[in-house]
């Protein structure tokens, strides 16, 4: 007998969890979130969140609380260097600035704020807009039919079990997904080369860091490999080891095992540099260095997300971000499904579309592991390391929810710097003026499918509010000029968007171009009937 009915169970409430509930609940489906630990994140873990994730989170209304948050905890826009220990000098700068080169490319910066600071803005958001969250009561099992998901939950506090029947389930439980291994879902990749651990720590380190902005300190000591984040006080911090390497030459890449606070302690001096500070340990965390992701993304109704669908090292952070984006892609397809406004194979391209790109994430991770922190990992396969705006703003996604143009020319990322508009990839950021006020051309979506039409294409946009109503399809329309409904005053649209003056493209409600057209308007209500059909699995 089942208890609670429910449209979508969200399973895990960490960072992904607590993305896709926020995410779900602005697009008004209905939800539950099961998280089997008492509140949010108790570790900063994660802590640099790129554009594309700031940009999510400005669609979803809390960029301000985010930017005041992540100003409380970091000093933003700072450098990410190489050091063989603290009291060193920089040997290399991955980057000076973190955001250097990449302000003209999104409203929002990439920023620094940890997932303690981040996860109770997410929660909060969420539950605002209708979200339902159950803390200590964890997912025991499920079974899923053609008609939905019935899981068994279990309250940790009061030992009771209770069935919830759904119409699908979003893993976000993790890297040890019960979720993926009830589902009997296996993995590619690479596998775990290290076990490591964040030391938390607190230290006096101001006369050490000085006036540097350091945002992230990798540590190449020879008797150790990891990095260093400290607090904006800069009398904490934490530092992540990678391995140890003993005076005989002996290298530890399995430190997890054997750490104990001595050991703990003398490795934040080594990292330091200095022996004659005092070092407090405050908590360790053991984790495993891993690149791989899963071999499927979805089994039927069931949905994986986060570091349930893939794992990578750190280096980069890109782990926390691409499960963001996961939950991004996921959760307006849900509501369309849900709604009756798109047909169910829509939810199939989700793994189509994010397994690819993922997986080229995990890669580049392990690139970057590989050239900062352990050149002796295999290199022969490796991927050559591609820019970080790329992996941030250019994935192509790939499947039937885009209508591809004429020559395909297999890429997986583009540079953002280029003129965009190719159908699978982000819409490009441009400054338009809308109803007088100037605002980001990405600030229009998020709602339901956007037409943009270039200065001539105002049959487009004539055409859009008929199809809508014929399909009972949400769809906006803009022609973007000089004197368009977006004011367009550099009249940049038609090359950033590649569409000319007389073209279009409808782009999605998560901010992707679904489809593009060069051509004039011809039979602008049958084309725009027929794409949105297709689109929409209709
Ligand atoms: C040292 C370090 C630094 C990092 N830095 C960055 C960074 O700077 N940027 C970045 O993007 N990424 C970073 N990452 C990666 C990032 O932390 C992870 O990718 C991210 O936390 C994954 O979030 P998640 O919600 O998918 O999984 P998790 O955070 O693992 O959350 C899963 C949740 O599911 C819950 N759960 C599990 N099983 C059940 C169950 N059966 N029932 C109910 N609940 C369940 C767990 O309690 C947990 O809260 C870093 C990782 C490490 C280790």
Same mark, same amino acid.
């Given at each position: 007998?089942?208890?609670?009915?429910?449209?979508?169970?969200?399973?895990?409430?960490?960072?992904?969890?607590?993305?896709?509930?926020?995410?779900?609940?602005?697009?008004?489906?209905?939800?539950?979130?099961?998280?089997?630990?008492?509140?949010?994140?108790?570790?900063?873990?994660?802590?640099?969140?790129?554009?594309?994730?700031?940009?999510?989170?400005?669609?979803?209304?809390?960029?301000?609380?985010?930017?005041?948050?992540?100003?409380?905890?970091?000093?933003?826009?700072?450098?990410?260097?190489?050091?063989?220990?603290?009291?060193?000098?920089?040997?290399?700068?991955?980057?000076?600035?973190?955001?250097?080169?990449?302000?003209?490319?999104?409203?929002?910066?990439?920023?620094?704020?940890?997932?303690?600071?981040?996860?109770?803005?997410?929660?909060?958001?969420?539950?605002?807009?209708?979200?339902?969250?159950?803390?200590?009561?964890?997912?025991?099992?499920?079974?899923?039919?053609?008609?939905?998901?019935?899981?068994?939950?279990?309250?940790?506090?009061?030992?009771?079990?209770?069935?919830?029947?759904?119409?699908?389930?979003?893993?976000?439980?993790?890297?040890?997904?019960?979720?993926?291994?009830?589902?009997?879902?296996?993995?590619?990749?690479?596998?775990?080369?290290?076990?490591?651990?964040?030391?938390?720590?607190?230290?006096?380190?101001?006369?050490?860091?000085?006036?540097?902005?350091?945002?992230?300190?990798?540590?190449?000591?020879?008797?150790?490999?990891?990095?260093?984040?400290?607090?904006?006080?800069?009398?904490?911090?934490?530092?992540?080891?990678?391995?140890?390497?003993?005076?005989?030459?002996?290298?530890?890449?399995?430190?997890?095992?054997?750490?104990?606070?001595?050991?703990?302690?003398?490795?934040?001096?080594?990292?330091?540099?200095?022996?004659?500070?005092?070092?407090?340990?405050?908590? !360790?965390?053991?984790?495993?260095?891993?690149? %791989?992701?899963?071999?499927? *993304?979805?089994?039927?109704? $069931?949905? #994986? /997300? &986060?570091?349930?669908?893939?794992?990578?090292?750190?280096?980069?952070?890109?782990?926390?971000?691409?499960?963001?984006?996961?939950?991004?892609?996921?959760?307006?397809?849900?509501?369309?499904?849900?709604?009756?406004?798109?047909?169910?194979?829509?939810?199939?391209?989700?793994?189509?579309?994010?397994?690819?790109?993922?997986?080229?994430?995990?890669?580049?991770?392990?690139?970057?592991?590989?050239?900062?922190?352990?050149?002796?990992?295999?290199?022969?396969?490796?991927?050559?390391?591609?820019?970080?705006?790329?992996?941030?703003?250019?994935?192509?996604?790939?499947?039937?929810?885009?209508?591809?143009?004429?020559?395909?020319?297999?890429?997986?990322?583009?540079?953002?710097?280029?003129?965009?508009?190719?159908?699978?990839?982000?819409?490009?950021?441009?400054? !338009?003026?809308?109803?007088?006020?100037?605002? %980001?051309?990405?600030?229009? *979506?998020?709602?339901?499918? $956007?037409? #943009? /039409? &270039?200065?001539?294409?105002?049959?487009?946009?004539?055409?859009?509010?008929?199809?809508?109503?014929?399909?009972?399809?949400?769809?906006?329309?803009?022609?973007?000029?000089?004197?368009?409904?977006?004011?367009?005053?550099?009249?940049?649209?038609?090359?950033?968007?590649?569409?000319?003056?007389?073209?279009?493209?409808?782009?999605?409600?998560?901010?992707?171009?679904?489809?593009?057209?060069?051509?004039?308007?011809?039979?602008?209500?049958?084309?725009?009937?027929?794409?949105?059909?297709?689109?929409?699995?209709?």
């Amino acid at each position: 007998m089942t208890d609670r009915q429910v449209p979508v169970l969200v399973v895990g409430g960490s960072l992904v969890g607590l993305s896709a509930s926020l995410l779900l609940a602005s697009a008004g489906v209905p939800h539950l979130l099961v998280e089997r630990h008492r509140g949010t994140a108790v570790h900063p873990r994660a802590a640099s969140f790129h554009q594309r994730t700031m940009e999510i989170f400005r669609g979803a209304g809390i960029q301000d609380a985010v930017e005041a948050a992540a100003e409380r905890e970091f000093e933003q826009n700072g450098a990410i260097v190489s050091v063989e220990s603290l009291a060193a000098e920089e040997a290399t700068f991955f980057f000076r600035h973190f955001n250097e080169g990449v302000e003209h490319l999104s409203p929002t910066a990439r920023l620094f704020i940890t997932q303690i600071g981040l996860e109770p803005l997410l929660r909060r958001a969420a539950e605002e807009r209708g979200a339902e969250h159950r803390y200590a009561t964890e997912l025991v099992g499920f079974e899923q039919d053609d008609d939905g998901v019935t899981s068994v939950i279990r309250s940790r506090d009061r030992d009771t079990e209770e069935t919830v029947r759904s119409d699908y389930l979003v893993a976000a439980d993790g890297a040890h997904s019960k979720v993926r291994d009830l589902a009997g879902i296996g993995s590619s990749g690479r596998g775990t080369f290290a076990e490591c651990v964040t030391i938390y720590f607190r230290a006096d380190m101001r006369a050490l860091i000085g006036d540097r902005n350091l945002s992230v300190v990798y540590v190449n000591h020879p008797e150790l490999l990891g990095f260093f984040r400290f607090s904006i006080t800069g009398d904490s911090g934490f530092l992540a080891v990678f391995s140890t390497t003993e005076p005989d030459g002996t290298r530890d890449t399995h430190v997890a095992a054997d750490m104990d606070t001595a050991r703990c302690e003398a490795l934040v001096r080594k990292a330091l540099g200095r022996t004659d500070i005092a070092v407090e340990i405050d908590n !360790v965390q053991r984790w495993s260095a891993a690149a %791989s992701w899963a071999s499927r *993304f979805q089994d039927r109704r $069931v949905f #994986l /997300a &986060g570091d349930a669908a893939h794992v990578m090292p750190p280096t980069g952070g890109f782990g926390g971000n691409t499960g963001v984006a996961d939950a991004h892609n996921l959760a307006w397809k849900l509501a369309m499904v849900l709604h009756g406004t798109a047909g169910a194979g829509l939810l199939d391209t989700y793994d189509a579309e994010r397994r690819p790109v993922a997986s080229l994430t995990v890669e580049q991770a392990y690139t970057r592991y590989v050239l900062r922190v352990d050149p002796t990992l295999p290199k022969d396969d490796m991927a050559a390391p591609l820019d970080d705006a790329s992996i941030e703003l250019g994935p192509v996604h790939r499947s039937a929810a885009v209508l591809e143009e004429g020559s395909v020319d297999g890429a997986l990322v583009v540079d953002p710097r280029d003129p965009g508009g190719r159908p699978g990839t982000r819409a490009p950021h441009l400054t !338009v003026e809308s109803e007088g006020v100037s605002t %980001s051309i990405l600030d229009v *979506f998020g709602g339901g499918f $956007v037409l #943009l /039409a &270039g200065p001539r294409g105002q049959a487009w946009c004539d055409a859009a509010g008929p199809v809508a109503a014929d399909l009972a399809v949400p769809l906006v329309a803009h022609r973007v000029a000089a004197d368009g409904s977006l004011v367009d005053r550099g009249q940049s649209f038609p090359e950033a968007f590649g569409t000319g003056d007389e073209g279009a493209v409808i782009v999605r409600p998560d901010g992707i171009v679904a489809w593009r057209t060069t051509a004039a308007p011809g039979n602008p209500r049958g084309d725009l009937d027929q794409t949105l059909r297709r689109l929409l699995f209709r």
